[in-house]
């Protein structure tokens, strides 16, 4: 048992830093649908999705899911990124959910190619090695709403609007993410304070005349994550993640493996030097 959780918690090969710090998916028919941004500054160390299809209100159609999934195998690669978060460049919604209209178009077969295609975005995102938020300051609907809850930590304006509504289409969630019975049932819509208030949002916040203020506080909750020691930020992650759905000694076991890989790193004898020294620590994710 602890053999096969030691080889299952083992940390990624090493990284390499991104070639190109701002791109978007190569090879799509017209405007790229997603663009990834690395802050710097104060903020090195975050870096953005920016979803970004006005036409079909970030619906996620075969071109945006796949330009998702490319720019998360890029990144996950990337030692540089200690947070990753998912916002919108289309003002008033999050991610309106699957792109039903191109939808209507496929086949049965193709379909189903695609609800795979979907649940496996969403497993990406979920099991990315580093810490991911979901900034909504708008409507997060459907496979929106399940991307979102895909993310580690979600914020929400006031004015957001937030449901499972497949259901109220003649469909079924697909893409992974279980939520109450009754949000599915009923295809019932949240506002931002509703979802906090049920726990599916962890801060909701005021908008503001920008239409931008869920981002502004998921980029103040990211740069409180970046002075930690990156390493043991991803493995506490792993250590949540994985002990969530197991038995209590299981959960203590993979606890444990965590916490002997993060021993022989720099970051912990750092931490351990800067607690000795009363100074702030520096740590390089090493």
């Keep these: 048992m602890l053999r096969a959780l030691t080889g299952a918690l083992r940390l990624p090969r090493p990284w390499r830093p991104l070639q190109t710090r701002s791109c978007a998916s190569d090879g799509a028919a017209g405007d790229p649908e997603i663009q990834v941004r690395v802050l710097a500054g104060p903020d090195q160390g975050i870096t953005e999705i920016l979803m970004n299809r ?10 945006l899911v796949r330009e998702l999934l490319e720019a998360l195998a890029r990144l996950r690669e990337d030692q540089q990124v200690r947070v990753l978060l998912f916002r919108s460049g289309v003002k008033g919604v999050f991610c309106a959910g699957a792109d039903l209209k191109e939808r209507e178009q496929m086949s049965e ?27 909504m300051d708008g409507f997060a609907l459907g496979g929106g709403l399940e991307l979102a809850l895909a993310c580690d930590l979600r914020v929400a304006a006031s004015s957001a609007v937030m449901g499972l509504i497949e259901t109220t289409r003649g ?65 506490g992650k792993v250590a949540i993640d994985r002990g969530m759905d197991v038995d209590i000694a299981s959960g203590m076991a993979i606890e444990g493996i965590c916490y002997a890989q993060n021993i022989p790193t720099q970051d912990r004898l750092e931490g351990m030097a800067a607690f000795r020294e009363k100074r702030p620590p520096r740590f390089v994710g090493k």
């Design 171 to 235: 469909l079924l969630p697909g893409a992974g993410v279980a939520l109450a019975k009754e949000l599915i049932f009923t295809g019932r819509r949240l506002s931002g304070a509703q979802a906090q208030a049920l726990g599916l949002v962890n801060h909701t916040v005021s908008q503001n005349e920008e239409g931008n203020a869920a981002y502004h506080r998921a980029r103040a909750l990211a740069q409180e994550i970046l002075p930690q020691a990156p390493i043991a930020v991803r493995l």
């Design 54 to 63: 006005p036409s079909a209100r970030n619906a996620l159609g075969n071109v």
């Design 109 to 135: 077969a193709e379909v189903g190619i695609f609800v795979q295609r979907l649940r496996g975005l969403m497993n990406e995102i979920a099991a990315f090695p580093a810490p991911t938020i979901a900034a």
